[in-house]
């Protein structure tokens, strides 16, 4: 455990709130913001200290968690008057635990640089569970001595695993688009999958248990596939807008190193149609079920 | 170990030259036939009796396995006046470990049982070192007496596992295209991923021991990741034909029950170019780098 600190704490959603929660159960002190108030409530309960905005949480901390939804919030809780880099104490520590763009990375680690303070790229794996048990993946890189530093606020955080991709601040971002594209992939597998045993007459729990046996026993395809086979995708722990939001971010990525991604083209169509339909805010996981809902409306057995 | 019987192995390809060298190695009297005679040789001098053709095999023994290459390959040994069927002794058993249609295995069965005689739908999961490892996991489905006779010849032919799916023919083979398919599929999205990665200055080697060892710790990512991250697609041990000849069977499965597959499209569309290019055999696993090499000529940074 890490030397008792004051932190700040900004986006308490579905994961930021139980790693806040996480930070505060470490022994640290805690000042929390979130653009919603009442979320803060269960936190300030425990003994958060809550702050009525990002500048003010800024002058109390030497180190601030921000776990937003996308590269636009994170742009906007940084930059500008009220912003946390103007109204940061000097040598202010930022990491940045949301998925975004490494491009967007590196112009946060530029901005902080010009000021003398630091920007940490740390985005992580693992669903709300996960963070209340304490078995958190993050991804790490930016400057060396940052990191080194941060590493044990991260295992107070609930890090299971801590990856360091090294001094180049866009790698951690890089690996965690990879990572969660790889995820997608896996959830439009299982959907064709386990829709082609049922409809040809398969007992496919029996099938999903063999297949998790053997070739498929990692946590995504037995945890997700227990999701897709039971189609429970309420609640959402990532809701459909959210992995959207993340595939479009592979695609750009993918555009900008000038990589086809055919798969990941699919996936963002899949994601979309959820969205269009009225469906963002369940799990991302009923991306699954996207082509199976789209059989034609007559059926005829060949 | 099964007590000593008479058996036939018709098929010594990649997959079926080590399957019957155990049976081999089990003590069972093999008769062996291979339509091109020069890949009987290493068997003959571990001891198998070599047959001229099927007919002659099937008049020797009390159970035949065949391990060929595809549906037609299959119809091919089995009718006919010179087939296994015509020339099989009363009660003959014959366990079909090939990839097939579901439908084809249930014509199989149809033959078989119009002449009292028997026929198990035994697929198996498992390249060619998993076999010589005894590391093979068998999906079989028919007529439960004999696959209660064939179970420990299986465990013979190298099972590590043997996956029971009940008396209905067909289930083996969809549940083997199913996982098939799932492969791929993650064959597919490494490739992008792993591209993405590389692309964009990750180094790719720790990225993929990271997510190995979190989210995708199965076999599947472990083994064909190192595949695919050092390109090593010879020699193949599953060609790109065959897993064209697959997808095209998962295509075709999903087609007769009306289910849409987009991403068995995808998969099938790339294993096509690298048929259609000349690399049909190559290791399927080449399918990863279709899109990559997809990249237009000209490469503008971002």
Redesign the interface.
Known sequence: MAERMRLGFVGLGNLGAPIAENLLQSGHELYVYNRTPSKSIPLKEKGAIVCDGVASLARQVDLVFTMVSDDAALKNIVQGKDGLLENGRPGQIHVSMSTIL?VTAEAMESLYTAQNKKFLAAPV?GRPEAARARKL?F?LSGDEITRKAVEPLLKDAGAA?I?D??N?I??AN??K???N???A??L???G??????K?????VQ??WS??T?????????VNYGNIVLQQKFEPAAFTAKLGLKDMNL?LS????????????N?LKNNLQELVESGRENIDWSAMSIV??K???ET????
Do not use: W
Request: with cysteine; charged share 10%; aromatic share 8%.
């Open positions: 490494p794996f993946n991804v695993g990856f991709f090294g180049r866009t790698a890089t690996v688009l990879c990572g594209f790889l995820i992939a896996a439009e597998a299982m064709e999958c386990l829709a082609l045993g409809e040809s007459g398969v007992d029996q099938m063999m297949l046996q053997t070739l498929f026993t990692s946590p995504v395809y592979v990525q993918a555009a900008s190193v000038n990589q086809p991604m055919p798969l990941a699919l082509s199976q789209n059989k034609p059926v005829v057995h060949g």
